[in-house]
Structures are given as C-alpha cells and as structure tokens.
C-alpha cells in the first residue's frame, strides 16, 4: 500500500511522518526505514528505524535512479516492512509532474514486496495528479 501525506509546507507532514514510524515500528515483525534528504528533523526517530539520508548516495540524481535504490533495499533486505519517504518532491528529480509515474512504480514495489510506503508530499491533494486513483491511501 502507498500512503500519501500531503499539504503544506510547514504543516507538521515530518513529524506526523516520525510519529507514524515510531508506531509502526513498534508493532512491526521486520524492519522499518526512513528515507530523508538530510538528517534534519530525525533526532526523534526510534533508534531501531533505519534512517537513509540521500545526501549520502549523491549519484542518484533521477525517478529511475531513486526507483532502482528502492529496488535494490527490497532485495537486500526481504524482512523490509515499510518504508517512509519524507519530502519526495526533494528526492532525485521528482515534481509534481512526475509523481504519477513514481506512485506508480512505487505501487508495483510494495504490490512485489509487500512493503507499505508512507511518502509526505508538499503540495495540497487537488494539486497532486491522480491521486484520486483509490489506489493510494492519502492520510492527510
């Protein structure tokens, strides 16, 4: 399942994103990532959440790129539960324009490995594409 947290910037998306994973990985039989561009903001992340800075892979610079990172954590790491994508739109070359195809590709990844993606988006609902599909659980 890919769920969407979308709004604002500034409207607290980072925290709720935290506090889902801090819950999630308390309940959780395998492991719990969190994807970020720095570690900004990440002082409160439960010490047993894996916390990727992408600062440190600076080569991944497109969606197909980011896309075959995510590839290749699911198939190094099978026990992968879910995975938190903070500020997607900061990632790589995603836009608003190009997440469609990232949600997508990101669809046939949890859909393969059964691994729940939670992706904060700064951008309103209505300014997001198609993401009233019902394939992707929008939270907020």
């Given amino acids: 399942m890919v769920n969407l947290i979308t709004g604002p910037r500034g409207s607290r998306k980072t925290q709720q994103m935290i506090d889902l994973a801090n819950e999630k990985v308390k309940t959780s039989n395998g492991n719990v990532v969190f994807i970020k561009k720095s570690h900004k903001d990440t002082y409160t992340v439960d010490f047993n959440i894996r916390v990727i800075r992408m600062a440190d892979y600076p080569d991944i610079l497109t969606l197909e790129e980011f896309i075959g990172f995510l590839y290749g954590m699911a198939a190094g790491n099978h026990d992968i539960e879910a995975v938190f994508i903070d500020s997607v739109l900061k990632q790589a070359n995603?836009?608003?324009e190009s997440l469609p195809v990232f949600l997508q590709k990101l669809n046939k990844i949890s859909?393969?490995?059964?691994?729940?993606?939670f992706l904060s988006i700064s951008a309103e609902k209505k300014d997001i594409p198609d993401i009233d599909s019902g394939v992707y659980n929008v939270i907020s």
């Avoid at 859909?111 to 993606?117: A, Q, R």
């Fill in 94 to 96: 995603i836009t608003l």
């Fill in 111 to 117: 859909t393969e490995n059964n691994i729940d993606f």
